[in-house]
C-alpha cells in the first residue's frame, strides 16, 4: 500500500502518464473523427509508422521541427485519402482496405528509411522538442511539473480534443459529420455530399493519427527505429469504443491507460525481482481490455459505420 501512494501521488509518475497517453490522444481523436463519419480506419497502425518516419526524416534533412509536423500530417493525409477513395468511393470493404494501408505505410516507411540511409548502423538523431517552462504555471506544486512541463506537441494534442469536441457538437459541419455516420439519407436529402464529408474527416482524421507517430520520433525520443509504434494505433481503436465515439471520454481513456502504462513502468522498478517482467509489460493491456469490457456494452456506435454509401441509395 505504501508503494501505490508513492506511485500515485508522485508528480513524475503523472507527468509520465500525460506524456505516454500523447501520441495515444492524436490517434483515437483521429480514429473517432473518421468512425463518426461512418468509415473504420484500421490503416492506423501504418499511418502512425509513416508519421513517425516522415516526420523525422524532414526535421534530419533540415526541415525544423514544425515543419516536421507538417509533413508528418500531409503524409497521413495522403493514407487516408487513399483508404477514403477504397472505401468510400469505391465502396470496398473497410477492413480490408485498412489493413492493406497499414502494411502498405509501413512497409513503405520502412523501405524509404533503408533507401534514404542506406549506409547507417544505427538511428541518427535529431534535436527533438524540449518541454516548455510556463511562468507561474510549472512552478505550481505537483500540477507544475505533472501538467506544465510537457512538450508543445502534448498541448498541441490537448488543444485538438478541445478543436474537435467543439467542432462535432457547436458546428453545423460537426452536425454534417455525424448525420453522416448515423443517417447518410438524410445528409443528402439535405442536398450535401455523403462523399465529400467522409472523405474530408477520413483525410482529417488520419492526419492527427500520424500526429501520434511524430510526438513519438519528435518528442518522445529523438530517432526513428524499426516496431516504435508497438501497437499503439490498435490500442487507439480500442479506445474509441471505450470513448463512446466522444472527445471527452477519448481523453480520459488515453490517460487511463497512459496511467496504467506509467503504473507498470513504476510497479516493475519496485517489485521487479519478485515478479516476471511479463506480467508487467501485460497488466496496462490487461486494465484496458476490462475497462472496455465494462463500457464497450453501453457504447452508442455511429449506425451507419462500416456502410458503404452510394448517391441516391435508401435504407
Same mark, same amino acid.
Given at each position: 500500500?505504501?508503494?501505490?501512494?508513492?506511485?500515485?501521488?508522485?508528480?513524475?509518475?503523472?507527468?509520465?502518464?500525460?506524456?505516454?497517453?500523447?501520441?495515444?490522444?492524436?490517434?483515437?481523436?483521429?480514429?473517432?473523427?473518421?468512425?463518426?463519419?461512418?468509415?473504420?480506419?484500421?490503416?492506423?497502425?501504418?499511418?502512425?509508422?509513416?508519421?513517425?518516419?516522415?516526420?523525422?526524416?524532414?526535421?534530419?534533412?533540415?526541415?525544423?521541427?514544425?515543419?516536421?509536423?507538417?509533413?508528418?500530417?500531409?503524409?497521413?493525409?495522403?493514407?487516408?485519402?487513399?483508404?477514403?477513395?477504397?472505401?468510400?468511393?469505391?465502396?470496398?470493404?473497410?477492413?480490408?482496405?485498412?489493413?492493406?494501408?497499414?502494411?502498405?505505410?509501413?512497409?513503405?516507411?520502412?523501405?524509404?528509411?533503408?533507401?534514404?540511409?542506406?549506409?547507417?548502423?544505427?538511428?541518427?538523431?535529431?534535436?527533438?522538442?524540449?518541454?516548455?517552462?510556463?511562468?507561474?504555471?510549472?512552478?505550481?506544486?505537483?500540477?507544475?511539473?505533472?501538467?506544465?512541463?510537457?512538450?508543445?506537441?502534448?498541448?498541441?494534442?490537448?488543444?485538438?480534443?478541445?478543436?474537435?469536441?467543439?467542432?462535432?457538437?457547436?458546428?453545423?459541419?460537426?452536425?454534417?459529420?455525424?448525420?453522416?455516420?448515423?443517417?447518410?439519407?438524410?445528409?443528402?436529402?439535405?442536398?450535401?455530399?455523403?462523399?465529400?464529408?467522409?472523405?474530408?474527416? &477520413?483525410? $482529417?482524421?488520419?492526419?492527427?493519427?500520424?500526429?501520434?507517430?511524430?510526438? *513519438?520520433?519528435?518528442? +518522445? #525520443? =529523438? !530517432? @526513428?527505429?524499426?516496431?516504435?509504434?508497438?501497437?499503439?494505433?490498435?490500442?487507439?481503436?480500442?479506445?474509441? &469504443?471505450? $470513448?463512446?465515439?466522444?472527445?471527452?471520454?477519448?481523453?480520459?481513456?488515453? *490517460?487511463?491507460?497512459? +496511467? #496504467? =502504462? !506509467? @503504473?507498470?513502468?513504476?510497479?516493475?522498478?519496485?517489485?521487479?525481482?519478485?515478479?516476471?517482467?511479463?506480467?508487467?509489460?501485460?497488466?496496462?493491456?490487461?486494465?484496458?481490455?476490462?475497462?472496455?469490457? *465494462?463500457?464497450?456494452?453501453?457504447? =452508442?456506435?455511429?449506425?451507419?459505420?462500416?456502410?458503404?454509401?452510394?448517391?441516391?441509395?435508401?435504407?
Amino acid at each position: 500500500m505504501d508503494v501505490l501512494i508513492e506511485i500515485f501521488g508522485s508528480a513524475n509518475f503523472w507527468a509520465a502518464a500525460i506524456r505516454i497517453a500523447t501520441p495515444l490522444i492524436f490517434g483515437v481523436l483521429g480514429a473517432l473523427i473518421c468512425e463518426r463519419a461512418g468509415v473504420l480506419n484500421l490503416g492506423i497502425e501504418g499511418i502512425f509508422v509513416a508519421g513517425a518516419m516522415a516526420g523525422w526524416l524532414a526535421v534530419y534533412l533540415g526541415a525544423g521541427l514544425w515543419g516536421g509536423v507538417l509533413v508528418a500530417m500531409l503524409t497521413g493525409a495522403v493514407f487516408g485519402l487513399l483508404h477514403a477513395l477504397l472505401t468510400v468511393i469505391l465502396g470496398l470493404s473497410q477492413h480490408v482496405s485498412g489493413i492493406g494501408i497499414t502494411l502498405l505505410a509501413t512497409s513503405l516507411s520502412y523501405f524509404t528509411y533503408r533507401t534514404a540511409l542506406p549506409n547507417v548502423t544505427s538511428p541518427p538523431r535529431i534535436v527533438p522538442f524540449s518541454p516548455l517552462n510556463i511562468p507561474g504555471l510549472s512552478d505550481l506544486p505537483f500540477i507544475g511539473p505533472a501538467l506544465f512541463q510537457q512538450t508543445p506537441l502534448t498541448f498541441l494534442a490537448l488543444a485538438f480534443v478541445a478543436l474537435v469536441a467543439i467542432v462535432l457538437y457547436r458546428t453545423p459541419l460537426g452536425l454534417a459529420i455525424r448525420a453522416v455516420g448515423d443517417n447518410p439519407a438524410s445528409v443528402e436529402a439535405q442536398g450535401l455530399s455523403v462523399r465529400g464529408l467522409r472523405i474530408g474527416a &477520413v483525410v $482529417a482524421g488520419s492526419a492527427l493519427m500520424a500526429l501520434g507517430g511524430a510526438f *513519438l520520433t519528435m518528442s +518522445a #525520443f =529523438d !530517432a @526513428f527505429f524499426f516496431g516504435m509504434v508497438n501497437g499503439r494505433g490498435w490500442i487507439c481503436i480500442a479506445l474509441v &469504443v471505450f $470513448a463512446s465515439w466522444q472527445p471527452g471520454k477519448a481523453l480520459l481513456g488515453a *490517460l487511463l491507460f497512459g +496511467a #496504467f =502504462d !506509467a @503504473f507498470q513502468i513504476r510497479l516493475q522498478a519496485e517489485i521487479g525481482q519478485v515478479v516476471p517482467g511479463q506480467v508487467f509489460l501485460m497488466l496496462p493491456y490487461l486494465l484496458s481490455i476490462v475497462a472496455l469490457v *465494462l463500457v464497450a456494452r453501453r457504447a =452508442d456506435y455511429p449506425r451507419a459505420l462500416l456502410q458503404p454509401w452510394f448517391k441516391g441509395q435508401r435504407h
